[in-house]
Nanobody, 123 residues
Framework: QVQLVESGGGLVQAGGSLRLSCATS????????MGWFRQAPGKEREFVAA????????IYADSVKGRFTISRDNAKNTVYLQMNGLKPEDTAVYYC????????????????WGHGTQVTVSS
């Protein structure tokens, strides 16, 4: 059983930065692959980034490569998403998620979800 709580969202101007955090509870956080997804109003939820339990493997959506960085601190049971060079099209609710096994991009493979944090980028 895993609980996830996102924080760090807010309103930022285009070109700005935000750092999202996902605090987790549970005894086995370190064995979970962690992912970030986002969903804009009226649009399908999409993959953003994922990181393996060791942190050695990270994957990113093409739309955020070079701008976003996913990381984790297992000692703090927390995963982060550093977002730089934000664009209006990044506006969405960002969700933290967790799964057993290797990194993946399909939301159906993730077993646990937070309730999301809003990121709004003004032009």
């Amino acid at each position: 059983q895993v609980q996830l709580v996102e924080s760090g969202g807010g309103l930022v101007q285009a070109g700005g930065s935000l750092r999202l955090s996902c605090a987790t509870s549970g005894r086995t956080f370190s064995v979970y692959t962690m992912g970030w997804f986002r969903q804009a109003p009226g649009k399908e939820r999409e993959f953003v980034a994922a990181i393996s339990w060791t942190g050695s493997n990270t994957i990113y959506a093409d739309s955020v490569k070079g701008r976003f960085t996913i990381s984790r601190d297992n000692a703090k049971n927390t995963v982060y998403l550093q977002m730089n060079g934000l664009k209006p099209e990044d506006t969405a609710v960002y969700y933290c998620s967790a799964k057993r096994g290797p990194t993946a991009t399909a939301m159906g493979e993730y077993d646990y979800w937070g309730h999301g944090t809003q990121v709004t980028v003004s032009s």
